[in-house]
């Protein structure tokens, strides 16, 4: 198979054609390119199989293909991915006080088989616990504004499983009782750590 680009620019001279796939070879000048593009273009095709060929004329243009060998293995379909092996209920109580995040990571919640009740502040989520809500698992930020996601699961851990997620690695308020996931995480990840936290508070014979 075979992919051409071609342009109707100034063209190469001879010499900078010959030299076009070298590694850092640039006519940009300093700053304005790193000379890289045609050398990975290049190589990827080598790797491949096939090659890369330039054809240009001085004030004419120039013209790239990439040739490849076509493979001749029939495709394998791929296994369905098992996301997680969370039980399929229960109510995730998800805070976060930025409405992107806390709207991707609901979405993921309600996937794996959540019902979801959103807070935006870890205070709000704390009175929501305290009227009555009795959240499966809570799914909290860490660094928000007012009361921190640590302080939270401090308040109530003894009540129900907490898991802090956060995108710092260090942090002196996260100590190592609680069950933390970086970010970015996907989906899956999630599944796992919250069927892992679960699990956990069922063995020592409480019940969320």
Known sequence: M??????????????????????FFSTKG????????LSMAHGLARQLGGT?????????????????????????????????????EGTALLVDDDDLVRSSVSQMLSAIGYEVTEAKSAEDAL???????????????????GMSGAALGSALR???????VSGYAESSEITPEFPRLMKPFRQDELAAKLA???????ATGDSA
């Not at 075979?2 to 590694?23: F, H, Q, Y």
């Not at 009175?127 to 504004?145: C, F, Q």
């Not at 892992?196 to 069922?202: Q, V």
């Open 158 to 164: 003894a009540r129900t499983p907490v898991l802090i």
């Open 127 to 145: 009175a929501l616990v305290n009227s009555g809500m009795n959240p499966s698992v809570v799914v909290t930020d860490h660094l928000m504004t």
């Open 30 to 37: 300093p700053g304005k390119g790193t000379g890289l593009g």
């Open 52 to 88: 890369l060929m330039i054809t240009t004329v001085p004030d004419a243009g120039t013209r790239v293909d990439i040739l490849l060998p076509v493979s001749t293995e029939t495709p394998q379909r791929a296994a369905p991915k098992v996301e997680g092996t969370l039980p399929q």
């Open 2 to 23: 075979s992919l051409a680009v071609s342009d109707t620019g100034i063209g190469m001279d001879e010499e900078t054609a010959t030299r076009a796939v070298e590694p």
């Open 196 to 202: 892992e936290i679960r699990s956990a508070k069922s």
